[in-house]
């Protein structure tokens, strides 16, 4: 990608995109990019003011909402390791496309 221009011309990057599990898990943590990808997208941000974010949910990938919702204990466990991700990722905050 080239983390540059797209910087230059929007005001956020969406990581897409994670899942919800029903336990408050969060699933698909494959499909965040490979560290020098990531480096490279959260340094282009940085440098053209944009936010870097994650996206959880959308295009069919919404089905644990709804259960992790329903739990007190699940939206703490979601809540927390949202919080410990963004963290540990360096990003700026997340995208909830719950279909």
Not at 65 to 88: C, E, I, P
């Amino acid at each position: 990608a080239n983390w540059e221009t797209i910087c230059r011309h929007t005001t956020h990057v969406l990581l897409f995109s994670l899942e919800p599990g029903p336990q408050g898990e969060i699933l698909a943590q494959d499909r965040i990019p490979r560290k020098p990808l990531l480096d490279e997208a959260r340094s282009a941000c940085r440098k053209h003011g944009t936010y870097l974010m994650l996206c959880f949910g959308g295009n069919g990938r919404s089905g644990g909402f709804s259960r992790m919702t329903r739990s007190k204990k699940a939206r703490a466990r979601f809540v927390r390791g949202v919080g410990d991700l963004l963290q540990r990722l360096g990003l700026d905050g997340v995208d909830y496309n719950w279909e």
